[in-house]
């Protein structure tokens, strides 16, 4: 009776994997939460400040991205139905156009920034100081950080989706064991939401 | 119960896995090896933590510079805070005693996500050498203040950025930390073991693990907007560009109170294991000591403003804060009162861990009612910033949670290594210790009503006395601190080998054999209807 168990129980359990999701979840929702203190502080303290600061915002661009966003989180929950029916390519093109449509948006995003920038409107810039008030300089400073941070989970977003696509693509993620895309489809939607309540915060209220 | 104990599955100690040596421990997603990691890291780190507190209460010694001038004490406290809560009392009780016993007494394996168990300490670690590096290396060492408060912080030309960043990442590892705990309690509880038969070490994990989840993002959030601040020069709370310094306090607070509550909650947990198993007895008032642990966790989440009171604070809002404060000593005097019903008529048997338990509740009684003074919007404007704050804080954390910490180590040592430490050195230790830590911080409640500022590296003459018998206070600590940790550490080694239950405890972690085996269980134990943790 020497034999030393060494092996260790391979524990599975999907149900565990998504409270966890959602606990990570509801940590990302106070993460952003706490932002949109501040901005309704902020906001409430210089509101004709804010008023004038968000119409140097494109609308348009703004709204182009909203859409590609939502389109974004259809083809995510699409391809967490295609992986219930075992259609393994279905699934891998599912997630392949949210991909794309993540990058679009970053490149959009980074288009609207590099404007901004060459405007002199970018935080610590000595022509912001100089011709904007201090609520206006409050504006583009929640709006590059609060823009900036939802931005880097679009980047995270991606890097999960790509690790579920090979993961997919390897059989390890399968009708039987979905719970690593409906996790990350889960933080893909997190990302959506927090967008759009960005949206209109920074670009329609006025 | 049922469970089947069978001696020659390897303890934990001893398994052989893919690794061998530092490696197997370093890699291993044992949660009995991770809990082991963050006591021995824990430990280094309170050493250095310890030190530094020697270093400025002997700068306390006498009136003008002893031995460092203003920007060095600056720094030292500054470090000492940084360490103790970020590095030690936050993560303490859970990652050490939580990891290694929360599967035990729940009848679980593992918790439920091992490799991202391993991953917290992984960023512990790296948090540490974050923190660490801003001390070793840059213009200086970081002088703000444990508080980084606006806008000093992005102001002051100290190595200050490698320190919040570091602090962000000791919070990532405290919230994957709870939600593992989380997802492990409600997932992979043995059968039959109901919420209402969780031992209360574990409900008090539970109730920490949900504000580890909900105020730590609120920490990390605005420790990231001090470093834009320093980097961008943002404004969110640079006065000069329009932001608001007063905001940063709250953010700060918002989750820097909860995180006291982290500190504690755990430690009324243990004493509340500790008491009946050496009180043989089932303990009083089960359901109330679980509600009012929930009731802390809640309530606890409300009473950041206590902290501003003289920050500039509309009255109304100060009348809340003032109210919940009064409010949370109300479960926390509950538990008191069912520890001392728990004893009343128990057969009681005077053990070490028995001591530091019932002297953390001397302890936490003075700092809890010294609590209420600092509660007290008159009072508190008196007080505020002085010694007394001091005093009060340090009965709450190091006699709270630090007490609570040294039984639990003595409580469980037995089960962690397999051999009972030197009981008679161990009550000595106890013993040099509570003179000294009642000598060191028992002073500062007269400073602090005398007038004694805190964190000045000067004092007047008038403050003397008091400040000589902190200090003689300081090297009696130190020196039970030393019999403490040599006893410990030589009976891993040497101490005599002990049975699966030397204290006829009722919990699970007393049924499989002392050091445990790699998988605990080797069948899932199942609680029939009469089982439960304290049915003596």
């Known amino acids: 009776m020497e034999q030393v168990k060494q092996i260790v129980h391979e524990h599975y359990d999907p149900e565990a994997s998504k409270i966890g999701m959602w606990l990570f979840i509801f940590t990302e929702l106070l993460l952003f939460g706490i932002l949109f203190v501040i901005y309704s502080v902020y906001r409430y303290m210089n509101h004709d400040a804010f008023h004038l600061a968000a119409e140097e915002l494109d609308t348009y661009v703004g709204a182009v991205n909203t859409v590609i966003l939502l389109i974004s989180s259809m083809t995510i929950a699409m391809s967490t139905t295609s992986l219930q029916k075992k259609k393994t390519k279905e699934t891998l093109i599912l997630c392949g156009v949210t991909l794309v449509l993540g990058i679009v948006f970053l490149v959009n995003k980074y288009v609207e920034w590099g404007g901004k920038f060459d405007h002199g409107i970018f935080p610590g810039s000595e022509y912001l100081v100089a011709n904007f008030s201090q609520g206006e300089i409050l504006f583009f400073g929640l709006y590059f950080i609060m823009t900036g941070l939802h931005a880097l989970h679009i980047i995270i977003g991606l890097i999960l989706i790509v690790t579920v696509m090979w993961r997919v693509y390897a059989g390890k993620v399968h009708a039987g064991r979905p719970v690593l895309l409906e996790n990350s489809g889960l933080y893909w939607h997190l990302v959506d939401i927090i967008w759009i309540f960005l949206f209109p915060l920074f670009y329609l209220i006025i | 119960m049922s469970s089947s104990g069978i001696q020659h599955e390897a303890s934990y100690l001893e398994y052989k896995g893919k690794y061998t040596g530092l490696l197997g421990w370093i890699f291993s997603t044992d949660h009995k090896r991770i809990g082991l990691l963050y006591l021995y890291s824990m430990t280094v780190m309170f050493l250095v933590g310890v030190v530094l507190g020697l270093m400025m209460r002997f700068e306390l010694l006498a009136p003008g510079k002893t031995v460092m001038d203003a920007q060095a004490y600056n720094a030292t406290f500054t470090v000492h805070g940084v360490i103790m809560i970020f590095m030690v009392v936050i993560p303490g009780l859970p990652a050490v005693f939580g990891n290694f016993f929360l599967p035990l007494m729940i009848g679980a394996r593992d918790v439920a996500f091992p490799r991202l168990n391993l991953l917290s300490w992984w960023f512990y670690v790296a948090g540490v050498m974050l923190v660490l590096s801003a001390l070793l290396f840059g213009p200086g060492t970081p002088d703000t203040g444990w508080t980084f408060y606006a806008p000093y912080s992005f102001r002051t030309g100290t190595n200050l950025l490698p320190a919040i960043f570091g602090a962000f990442v000791l919070g990532f590892s405290s919230i994957l930390t709870g939600l593992n705990f989380l997802v492990t309690i409600h997932r992979l509880r043995c059968p039959g073991m109901k919420w209402t038969k969780l031992p209360l070490f574990v409900w008090t994990l539970y109730g920490t693990a949900w504000i580890q989840l909900l105020a730590t993002p609120v920490v990390g959030i605005t420790l990231v907007l001090i470093a834009l601040e320093r980097l961008f020069a943002v404004g969110i709370f640079d006065p000069a560009l329009g932001g608001d310094p007063i905001l940063y306090q709250h953010l700060f607070w ?276 009469q089982d439960g943790p304290y049915n003596y």
């Open chain 2, 254 to 529: 918002i989750y820097s109170h909860p995180a006291v509550y982290v500190m504690i909650l755990p430690a009324l947990g243990v004493i509340s294991e500790i008491i009946p198993t050496f009180s043989q007895k089932h303990i009083f008032g089960y359901k109330a000591i679980i509600a009012s642990t929930m009731a802390i966790a809640f309530v606890g989440y409300l009473v950041w403003g206590h902290h501003m009171f003289t920050a500039g604070m509309s009255g109304t809002a100060q009348y809340y804060f003032s109210l919940l404060t009064f409010l949370v000593a109300v479960p926390s005097a509950i538990k008191v009162f069912n520890w001392i019903s728990t004893m009343y008529k128990g057969s009681i048997n005077v053990q070490t861990p028995f001591l530091w338990a019932v002297s953390f509740i001397f302890v936490f009684m003075i700092g809890g009612l010294s609590g209420l003074v600092l509660g007290a919007l008159a009072a508190n404007i008196y007080v505020h910033d002085t010694a007394f704050v001091v005093a009060h804080f340090h009965y709450i954390v190091f006699g709270g949670t630090g007490f609570a910490f040294f039984g639990a180590i003595h409580y469980w040592y037995p089960k962690i290594f397999g051999r009972m430490y030197d009981k008679s050195w161990a009550n000595i230790g106890w013993v040099v210790f509570f003179i000294g830590f009642l000598t060191l911080y028992t002073p500062m409640f007269y400073l602090g009503l005398m007038g004694m500022p805190r964190r000045y590296y000067d004092y007047l003459s008038e403050f003397h006395g008091g400040n000589i018998l902190a200090t003689v206070g300081s090297w009696l600590l130190a020196t039970g601190l030393i019999i403490i940790i040599a006893n410990l550490i030589r009976s891993a080694r040497k101490g005599e080998i002990v049975e699966r239950n030397p204290w006829n405890s009722k919990t699970l972690e007393w049924v499989v054999p002392s050091p445990p085996p790699v998988e605990n269980f080797d069948e899932i134990p199942v609680l029939g209807e």
